[in-house]
């Protein structure tokens, strides 16, 4: 195995892993070295064995990325340009919310940015989150066959997730609201072994769009206007989304 990894968020490997490949043997010709990359099944997984050790380069989701970077010494380098994590809240088409009774929400986890995002949206609708009553089904298209099957009033979706829903299945439900605040976002980030090398890596990555080799591959991971850099202070705001997750605020206190 080569003494460099990758790793990847598994939401991005599951829509289009060979892309992923492409993106890192690119990588890999430009830095003149050896890195292996081998796709996660589970985010949480994933998490454990970045913050575990071994990995120089990582693209992950907001959440992971304020824990590699707060916890175990990652650097945030670049970003997808235009491309946001943003939450759509669905109730199924036509129904009424109860008032008589707790709100059942069905949401993929706690532990990403679009839960905390779907809490903004609930209290702009004049939710309190306290009388809700959640139900983590593990997946944003599992939140949305919640509603869609009567296991929950509303589902807290990915809007990723959701612009990709089979048209039968988004007929079935209506938005109640959404988030376009753009303050967070899946970013590449390096370990601090690989701290002098910054520069370099956020040069390839951004330079991609004008290369035909690196277009090609921006296209198939469908980040076709490619990356921009980011520092740490494009993180304050995903933070300031999590801690309104009552279950992240306290283990985000001791990070931050």
């Not at 490997?13 to 890195?35: P, V």
């Amino acid at each position: 195995m080569s003494k460099f990894q990758f790793s990847v968020c598994p939401h991005d490997t599951a829509k289009n892993s060979t892309a992923w490949f492409f993106l890192n043997t690119y990588l890999q010709r430009n830095l003149g070295l050896g890195m292996h990359f081998e796709p996660k099944d589970n985010f949480i997984k994933e998490r454990e064995d970045v913050i575990t050790g071994g990995y120089q380069l990582v693209y992950a989701n907001p959440f992971s990325a304020i824990v590699f970077c707060k916890q175990v010494g990652f650097l945030p380098i670049a970003k997808p340009i235009g491309i946001s994590d943003e939450a759509v809240l669905v109730k199924y088409a036509g129904a009424v919310l109860p008032n008589d009774q707790k709100i059942r929400v069905a949401s993929a986890t706690d532990k990403l940015i679009i839960h905390g995002l779907g809490l903004g949206v609930l209290s702009e609708l004049g939710f309190d989150h306290k009388q809700c009553e959640f139900d983590f089904v593990g997946t944003h298209v599992k939140a949305a066959h919640a509603v869609i099957q009567g296991k929950a009033d509303i589902g807290i979706v990915f809007n990723e997730t959701w612009n990709g829903m089979a048209e039968s299945s988004r007929s079935t439900l209506e938005v109640l609201g959404e988030t376009n605040s753009k303050q967070a976002s899946h970013c590449f980030c390096i370990s601090s072994e690989w701290a002098d090398k910054k520069n370099q890596i956020q040069e390839i990555l951004c330079g991609m769009s004008t290369d035909d080799k690196g277009i090609r591959i921006l296209e198939d991971l469908q980040f076709n206007a490619g990356f921009e850099p980011i520092d740490m202070a494009d993180l304050d705001a995903a933070i300031k989304v999590m801690q309104k997750i009552p279950s992240s605020s306290g283990f985000l206190s001791s990070l931050v």
